[in-house]
Nanobody, 123 residues
């Protein structure tokens, strides 16, 4: 059982930046960030493997968000830049064990979920 705790959410004006952090209680193969906007389904934002070198991003955040993993500390960060109101939502950290042919932006890849942290971007 892996527990995930997110931090770093808050409110910011459009064009601003926020950094989210996720602390995991143990080492795990896949880690990623998801978000859920009001009235919408949860969607994958970014994900990475244990090595942290290979990263995947949703098209909507490419070039603006950076995911970074520290395996020594079992942490996962999400640096969010050039934020827009469309980035508003609850952001969740997720973690999962290795399975073949996993897609890092799919919920089915992940077994463990954090409680979520609110990000609000105002225009």
């Amino acid at each position: 059982q892996v527990q995930l705790v997110e931090s770093g959410g808050g409110s910011v004006q459009a064009g601003g930046s926020l950094r989210l952090s996720c602390a995991a209680s143990g080492s795990i193969y896949y880690m990623g960030w998801f978000r859920q906007a009001p009235g919408k389904e949860r969607e994958g934002v970014a994900g990475t493997y244990r090595g942290g070198v290979r990263t995947y991003y949703a098209d909507s955040v490419k070039g603006r968000f950076i995911i970074a993993r520290d395996n020594a500390k079992n942490t996962l960060d999400l640096q969010m830049n050039s934020l827009t109101p469309d980035d508003t939502g609850v952001y969740y950290c997720a973690a999962g064990e290795y399975t073949a042919h996993s897609y890092l932006l799919a919920e089915s890849t992940y077994k463990y979920w954090g409680q979520g942290t609110q990000v609000t971007v105002s225009s």
